[in-house]
């Protein structure tokens, strides 16, 4: 059984950052901070959260960001002087025990006193290069299938730096993070796997269609 815990737990409000160096602004809210005493998930996110663009983030399907502690060691090389940094990619929840390539699209979890489930990865724009100082890490990210996931929260509840994150349901498709991710992004899927994703009913309808294009040669 997939078990793990919060290593610590980050939230943040929009603010205006500087894009580049032609003092272009952009607002966002991916910059969090540390939060050590426990805080109130609800339905829409945790309490003292907030999002910039609200038109591709704060939905009930992303309440939540998460993000496996255990990737931090593959950034070092490239981002050594920002590891120390909480929060260092955008994420509410730093995990320990959680991965891609072990949590299933549709997992329900209990987190803190709160349940969650599992609903998408995360697609990195061009914010993540602000917030890490590095403008070219979007591709590589995205292209190391490290994305981390977002949550959909089903009882609200209170969750805190250390509470553990046991598995509550495993979802009976069985579609893995990881296998959607590569499916999604990486290069050349196989039209079998593309096949076995799409006849999934809990795909999201922007995987669904992304997926189908790609298919057919469209992506």
């Not at 610590?8 to 500087?18: D, F, H, I, M, Y």
């Not at 920002?82 to 949590?103: D, M």
């Not at 803190?112 to 990865?121: C, D, S």
């Not at 805190?160 to 598995?167: F, K, S, V, Y």
Request: charged content about 20%; aromatic content about 6%.
């Amino acid at each position: 059984m997939i078990r793990g815990r919060v290593v610590s737990l980050q939230v943040g409000t929009p603010r205006a950052v500087e894009q580049d160096g032609d003092g272009d602004v952009a607002r966002t809210a991916i910059f969090k901070h540390r939060v050590d005493g426990p805080l109130h998930l609800a339905e829409l996110g945790f309490a003292g959260d907030g999002q910039a663009d609200t038109k591709h983030h704060g939905a009930p399907d992303q309440a939540a960001y998460l993000y496996p502690h255990e990737h931090y060691a593959h950034w070092a090389a490239r981002l050594p002087a920002r590891l120390h940094e909480p929060g260092l990619f955008g994420e509410n929840i730093t995990s320990e025990g959680l991965l891609e390539t072990t949590v299933h699209i549709g997992d329900v979890f209990r987190l803190g006193t709160a349940r969650v489930q599992v609903t998408n990865p995360r697609v990195p724009c061009f914010k993540l290069g602000i917030r890490t100082g590095d403008p070219g890490i979007v591709a590589p990210f995205l292209a190391s299938g490290r994305l981390g996931f977002y949550l959909r929260v089903l009882t609200p509840g209170s969750v805190a730096a250390g509470d553990p994150i046991e598995l509550e349901a495993a979802d009976p498709h069985g579609l893995r993070m990881s296998d959607l991710i590569a499916a999604l992004f990486h290069a050349s899927p196989e039209p079998a796997e593309l096949d076995r994703i799409l006849a999934i009913p809990i795909l999201g309808p922007t995987h669904r269609t992304r997926l189908l294009a790609r298919r057919e040669g469209r992506g």
